[in-house]
């Protein structure tokens, strides 16, 4: 088992940055592949990054690629998605989520979620 809480999210202005923690317990994340999801209200929940457990990362975007840096430090059992550049159209609960070493975009093939966290992006 493994128990996931992110923390982090708050309002921004348009052009800030914030950073997500997703602390990990339960189980150490070396072993698992963890991603950010995002959902916006009225909307279905969505692929951000993802960092397997060698440390490859991916992202959804280029945009993303651009904006947002995911990390983890494997000491603290802690996975960031450091977000600049915030967009309006960023507004989310976003999630973390883990599953067995490989990461995936799809949400159906995590196993472990946390609660989220809202961003809110002012323009």
């Known amino acids: 088992q493994v128990q996931l809480v992110e923390s982090g999210g708050g309002l921004v202005q348009a052009g800030g940055s914030l950073r997500l923690s997703c602390a990990a317990s339960?189980?150490?994340?070396?072993?698992?592949?963890v991603a950010w999801f995002r959902q916006a209200p009225g909307k279905g929940r969505e692929f951000v990054a993802a960092?397997?457990?060698?440390?490859?990362?991916?992202y959804a975007t280029d945009s993303m690629k651009d904006r947002f840096t995911i990390s983890r430090d494997i000491v603290k059992n802690t996975v960031y998605l450091q977000m600049n550049s915030l967009k309006p159209e960023d507004t989310a609960v976003y999630y973390c989520?883990?599953?067995?070493?490989?990461?995936?975009?799809?949400?159906?093939?995590?196993?472990?979620w946390g609660q989220g966290t809202q961003v809110t992006v002012s323009s």
């Open positions: 960092i397997a457990w060698t440390g490859g990362r991916q």
């Open positions: 339960g189980r150490t994340l070396s072993t698992y592949a």
């Open positions: 989520a883990a599953r067995s070493r490989v990461p995936s975009t799809s949400v159906s093939d995590y196993l472990y």
